[in-house]
């Protein structure tokens, strides 16, 4: 498909690419140019190195892992409910992480429910810290959206495939060769390299159910660097660190990933003929149910505590929450003026250089991009004033990575089909934008704007730096709540922020697929 | 908010409004919150400066510091109200402070005579656990319990830095056998005081690193006498908050005002149930009722600020060895 005429410009989109290789590189070298003579990588910064990478292969495996059969078995059966699964699945990912980690100890904890089931049978409390704690909050936060990718793989094998594989009578293994085998092996890599980029930059979470020293990653050194020691280079240095592991991972991702895609069909919804027999039935449904319950209690556990304290909220809490939802706005305005052009460039170029500056948006530390950019901003204009576009925008190129692995593999579908046929009916940019790409890329574009929208919301990293008095943020007003004792409101807090990012989901991701999907 | 509160200026007093001097302190982000001392704190000061004073949080103490240094000489803060004593050497290092000229009758349990930074609230670090459950009376009691603790990393947050000089001013050498000992109860070391602190609610934990006046909160906010905070005989390392003035202030005037206003008995009788802390001159009316009730340490252990400065690398060396093995 490379290498001959597209109906889009590549322009725009490699222009979106080089502001956000700009805004990370610019604010790392910022933060660089601002640091005193460096001291290197001690000894510790390498277990730190050596703990994170090993933690992050395990959460991305076993995310990706059983991301598999619970997104062939969402897409294999239809429901009542279906849809609305889906979007709760989602919860997990966009939740602040203290937010979802006191939600995970009330059900995996010591004195949690399954402690307390255990409990009663005369067995030992669950030991959630350690390793396996980190690789369980590490699951529990990205098999949502591990199942979300994979399933969207799935949805984007046409319905003719599925019938024509039933025609020729294809049984199960056929239809996996045929079939799912192939779209696995091109959207799976993607999954993998996204959730271990997540899993390398978590810190909050590996601290909190790591045990102790032992769970260090090289966030957590990042933050060390900066807040005791201001050691701005060694800050910038981890950080570069940081960026090149997952650039090597998105660049291995990308190479195995590229391979045709099914082709279009005519946006017929899917019907599956496969996998009708009873012991199919059963392992999806055991699969859906098993997930779900491992997602949705500790969402319930927050909504139990978070009840008493909704009446606690105040006008503050309130505004904090406008705030929120304001900033969510202008960041899913600024990601799709920035991921459609750039998917649209990665699908019509032959280089994946566009796909790979969006992942690197993973990569960035908050903390440094937070500091390099009030670093540069702070001669010219007062960060304070500025809170709201930062906040927007550097939460937009967080999102980005998300939203192109969303985006890329249908805009490559798209302009693949329909670019010849496009271009032999002179029909070429802003026609071919408005007719033919946006309307086909309507469901990802909605889940892409819901996925970065929610995660907005629930953001709590750049707005700390450049917080005014009269600008904070739902996540900045639930610590600031319990830093005052208030764990209460704050849970009712917590509660309404979970609410939030999730109507924001579901709102945008359902107003995508309106009418697209049964 | 913001324009409405510009529009508000425009169509009242306008001339009035645009020649109040205005007076921005950094903070921490709870001191800001409505349950604070912040809101009490502006409407006391502004009563009384004829000014508008402006609370900024930005993060914790550790951030506050970092976000001075990183503005530099051009700072908009006049006054920096947040920092501890473990904080200080390298806020004075940065030549970004002037020195003070407030002098008060101080209810500290050390001997205050810092020409840069002014206390104005101290507290005990203690383990808070459950009344109803027996507290080991100090640290090898506890390390030779079965008491699960969560504590704050060291790297990331004040209190977790506060305990690690609590046994280093405590035993000195022998600080890493302490952490050795402890190294089982430990159920795990979060990212900061309210992941920590919310654990213990949960029950995550028996014991959680906190502060003395813990307590006072849910008896006299919540009326609730459960929670009790553990006496160490080998002493409560303290920490002491203080204030500076920026040397490059606009308001050098406002912000001597506002450090004596500070340590006034406006602002100090607000401390003890907003911050929930020990305020640095017991206000006229004294302590308010249910703080009798917290445990008063024997002995108050506080590193100065150069010998805290020059223990911590090793001390926090030591902790990383231990506890990663």
Redesign the interface.
């Known amino acids: 498909m490379a290498g001959h005429a597209q109906p889009v410009s590549a322009f725009p989109g490699i222009s979106a690419a080089l502001l956000v290789v700009a805004l990370i590189l610019g604010t790392l070298g910022a933060v660089a140019l601002r640091a005193e003579a460096g001291t290197g990588l001690g000894a510790?910064d390498w277990?730190a190195l050596r703990f994170t990478l090993a933690q992050a292969s395990l959460s991305a495996l076993l995310s990706v892992g059983l991301a598999v059969p619970v997104a062939r078995a969402l897409a294999r059966r239809r429901f009542p409910g279906r849809a609305l699964l889906i979007a709760l699945l989602g919860a997990p990912f966009i939740l602040p992480v203290?937010v979802a980690?006191?939600g995970l100890?009330?059900v995996f904890?010591?004195?949690g429910w399954l402690s307390s089931f255990f409990g009663l049978l005369g067995l030992e409390p669950v030991q959630i810290?350690g390793l396996h704690g980190v690789v369980l909050a590490h699951v529990f936060f990205n098999l949502p959206l591990a199942t979300r990718l994979i399933l969207q793989g799935w949805q984007e094998i046409p319905a003719e495939r599925f019938r024509l594989a039933a025609q020729l009578k294809a049984g199960p293994l056929a239809m996996w060769r045929l079939l799912e085998g192939p779209m696995l092996r091109r959207v799976a890599p993607g999954a993998l390299a996204v959730v271990f980029a997540i899993c390398l930059s978590s810190?909050?979470v590996a601290?909190?159910?790591?045990?102790?020293?032992?769970a260090t990653t090289i966030e957590?050194a990042i933050?060390?660097a900066?807040?005791?020691d201001?050691d701005l280079g060694r800050a910038a240095l981890l950080s570069g660190v940081q960026l090149l592991l997952t650039g090597a991972a998105a660049l291995a991702a990308l190479r195995v990933s590229a391979g045709e895609g099914f082709g279009a069909g005519l946006d017929r919804a899917v019907r599956r003929w496969d996998g009708q027999g009873a012991a199919a039935r059963c392992l999806d449904a055991a699969w859906i149910a098993l997930s779900a319950g491992f997602l949705l209690l500790p969402l319930a556990a927050i909504v139990l505590s978070g009840l008493p304290g909704l009446a606690d909220l105040?006008s503050?809490v309130w505004?904090a929450a406008g705030n929120s939802i304001l900033v969510a706005a202008i960041s899913t305005v600024i990601l799709l003026g920035l991921a459609l052009p750039m998917a649209a460039a990665t699908a019509a170029g032959r280089n994946s250089l566009t796909e790979l500056s969006g992942i690197l948006g993973l990569a960035a530390s908050p903390l440094v991009i937070g500091?390099g950019l009030?670093?540069l901003i702070?001669?010219v204009a007062?960060p304070?004033a500025l809170a709201l576009p930062v906040t927007a925008l550097v939460n937009a190129v967080m999102a980005l990575p998300f939203a192109m692995r969303i985006l890329v593999p249908r805009a490559r579908e798209v302009l693949g089909r329909y670019g010849r046929l496009s271009l032999s009916l002179d029909m070429q940019g802003w026609a071919f934008v408005r007719r033919v790409y946006l309307p086909r890329m309507r469901a990802q574009t909605g889940f892409a704007a819901g996925l970065a929208a929610a995660l907005s919301m629930g953001d709590l990293g750049v707005v700390?730096?450049f917080?005014?008095?009269?600008?904070?943020t739902l996540p900045?007003?639930i610590?600031?709540?319990?830093?005052?004792?208030?764990?209460e409101a704050?849970a009712g807090a917590a509660l309404l922020l979970l609410v939030l990012s999730m109507g924001a989901f579901w709102i945008l991701d359902r107003g995508g697929r309106w009418h697209a999907e049964a | 908010?913001?324009h409405l509160?510009f529009a508000a200026g425009l169509l009242g007093a306008s001339a009035a409004f645009a020649e109040t001097p205005e007076l921005t302190v950094y903070t921490?982000?709870?001191f800001?919150?409505?349950?604070?001392p912040g809101p009490a704190v502006e409407k006391a000061f502004e009563a009384v400066c004829g000014c508008d004073l402006?609370?900024?949080?930005?993060?914790d103490g550790?951030?506050l510091?970092?976000?001075v240094?990183?503005?530099g000489e051009?700072s908009?803060a006049d006054v920096v109200l947040g920092l501890d004593t473990n904080l200080t050497a390298?806020a004075k290092q940065t030549g970004l402070f002037a020195e003070h000229a407030v002098s008060a009758e101080y209810a500290l349990p050390v001997e205050w005579n810092d020409a840069t930074f002014v206390p104005y609230d101290w507290g005990y670090f203690a383990f808070v656990h459950n009344a109803d459950a027996a507290a080991p009376a100090d640290f090898r009691a506890l390390a030779a319990s079965d008491k699960?603790i969560v504590i704050q990393?060291p790297?990331?947050s004040t209190p977790g830095?506060g305990l690690l000089m609590w046994v280093k001013a405590a035993y000195g050498d022998e600080a890493p056998e302490i952490w050795t000992g402890l190294?089982d109860n430990?159920?795990?070391?979060?990212?900061g005081?309210?992941?920590a602190?919310?654990?213990f609610?949960?029950?995550?934990?028996d014991m959680v690193l906190s502060y003395t006046t813990?307590p006072a909160?849910?008896l006299i906010?919540e009326e609730d006498g459960s929670k009790s905070a553990a006496a160490f005989d080998e002493g409560h390392y303290m920490q002491v908050e203080v204030a500076g003035k920026l040397a490059n202030t606009d308001q050098p005037e406002l912000a001597d005002q506002f450090l004596a206003f500070m340590v006034s008995d406006a602002f100090q009788s607000i401390i003890p149930t907003?911050n929930?802390m020990y305020p640095a001159v017991t206000p006229a009316a004294g302590l308010p009722e249910g703080f009798e009730t917290l445990i008063a340490p024997e002995k108050s252990l506080l590193l100065s600020e150069t010998e805290a400065a020059e223990l911590?690398d090793a001390a926090l060396g030591e902790?990383?060895d231990t506890?990663?093995q």
């Open positions: 510790s277990a203290i980690i006191l100890l009330a904890g010591r004195a810290y810190f909050a601290l909190t159910l790591g045990g102790g020293p032992r957590l933050y060390q900066f807040r005791f201001f105040n503050t505004r500091t009030f670093i702070y001669p007062d304070f700390a730096l917080a005014d008095p009269d600008f904070a900045l007003q610590y600031r709540l319990m830093g005052a004792y208030r764990m704050a | 908010m913001k509160a921490y982000d709870s800001v919150s409505d349950w604070g402006k609370l900024v949080g930005a993060g550790a951030a510091l970092a976000r240094k990183l503005e051009r908009d390298a699960k990393d790297r990331s830095l190294s430990i159920v795990t070391v979060t990212k005081w309210s992941e602190y919310g654990m609610l949960e029950g995550e934990a813990s909160y849910h906010a907003t929930w911590r902790w990383l506890l990663s």
